[in-house]
């Protein structure tokens, strides 16, 4: 029997999520995200735009070809091309899922679309008859629904339902929506859509005013059964919903919401780490349920209590979400059967060469440091499994600073397998080693950002960089883990370098060239 309280949870984190400005991700890095989704428990996976680039074609095939459960979603326009493409990637998917959408605004209508009620109309129809030639599971979407006429889109959900679409989705795309006018809308659509019976209603709301899971968790209320998420509630602009505060309300307050997922979880904070970790976007330390601070009780009055009864000042336990701050894991006598056993228990399935490579990086940071945790080998895996066909790779850096030298970096890349060093001064450690890598590569990018902060506790953890950079109009994060920070800092703008060299080959093609 269906249940009526189940909500299905859609995750865009690599759509959506991805054109968070920098966020671009290679194919190997969108496989191991949709690997942890589909672990998850994540009902759909959006896992890209395949007419937006080449680029994003392959990375959604590749994704579509290789998961076993979840549904594989392609988002498309509403056009001919969009959707054969998107059809293209996805066809050999387990359950794959065409996602089409036109705006609905009067707005979008007079300003981007210049047409009118009765073209869009048409053009869902269309839309959805072509995708539903090629599969059953179709979606459709009312870019802008929260700012659309309520009647207006009633009747394209109508229509769109009638042409055979199975989930109808209202999208608050600009993040103007306000909860109870969120859920009256909902309720407006539930009650006016005549066939509404025949498909799920979802929603998907932007957080532009910070009311992205306040308005998803009301339209739960007022009846949406699918919710549109992304880990960590990265997005366009101010970002999307997230899922683990989504998740987490439903699973916390069960008083309030008699609704379930197929969520696991204690794979919540795994998840969010490694999309912090390759996408290269921090997590705020004050973010709720994954933050730094999330579980960390500062004043006295609160550790006593905690001490004596968790629950006096959590309302959550950290084990729900997988967080363990125990999570001691191998250290310098581990072998490499440990450490593979290990990595399989963390979600990764590595290949000989891979393990070897990674067996060796281990042993050499269990050399300098005493406690290797999860996060260390996540960064581990991240950095020389994930990356492998990255363009520019470190083979050496030496680097001389102090308050009485010119600080001097030397440094060898290899350039596509071929081998260049050079040395040169800065204003201090980092400054020169960015200038080097900067000559070697002969590349211009402007570094935007540069962040630092401890990947655990502790004096010998190990540094965690991240560099924001922009070249040519593009913006591209970096990310680089080590126990030496100026090694760190090195390995996050080669990263950052090699992100901006995939999105100059793999440029998002123009709306007109489209
Ligand atoms: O925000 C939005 O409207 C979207 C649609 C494409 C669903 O992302
Ligand atoms: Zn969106």
Partial sequence: MKDENRIIVFDTTLRDGEQSPGASMNQAEKLRIATQLEKLGVDVIEAGFPAASEGDYEAVKLIANTLKVSQIAALCRASEHDIKRGWDAIKDAVNPRIHTFIATSDLHLKYKLKMDHAQ??????????????????????????????????????????????????????????????????????????????????????????????????????????????????????????????????????????????????????????????????????NRAIVGANAFAHEAGIHQDGVLKNPMTYEIMKPETIGLNKNNLVLGKHSGRHALNAHIQEMGYNLSEDELNLVFEKFKSLADKKKNIRDEDIEALINEEVLRSDDVFKLEYIHVLSGNTVYPTASVQLKINDRAVQGAIEGTGPIDAVYNIISKLTGTKSELLRFSISALTEGTDAQGEVTVRLQEEGIVALGKGTDPDIITASALAYINGLNRLEYLKKNPLLSPEKL
């Fill in 120 to 285: 869009v109309l048409e053009k869902t129809i269309e839309s959805v008859k072509l995708a539903k030639s090629f599969t059953d599971n179709v979606e459709f979407s009312a870019e802008d629904g929260s700012r659309s006429n309520p009647d207006y889109l009633c009747k394209v959900f109508e229509a769109a339902i009638d042409a055979g679409a199975t989930t109808v989705n209202l999208p608050d795309t600009v993040g103007y929506a306000i909860p109870e006018e969120f859920a009256e809308l909902v309720a407006y659509v539930m009650n006016n859509t005549p066939n509404i019976d025949k498909a799920v209603l979802s929603v998907h709301c932007h957080n532009d005013l910070g009311l992205a899971t306040s308005n998803t968790l009301a339209a739960v209320t007022a009846g949406a059964r699918q919710v549109e998420v992304t880990i960590n509630g990265i997005g366009e602009r101010a970002g999307n919903t997230s899922m683990e505060e989504v998740v987490m309300s439903l699973n916390t307050r069960p008083n309030f919401f008699p609704h379930t997922t197929g969520i696991d979880t204690t794979r919540i904070y795994p998840t969010s780490r490694l999309v912090s970790m390759i996408t290269g976007i921090i997590i705020q330390p």
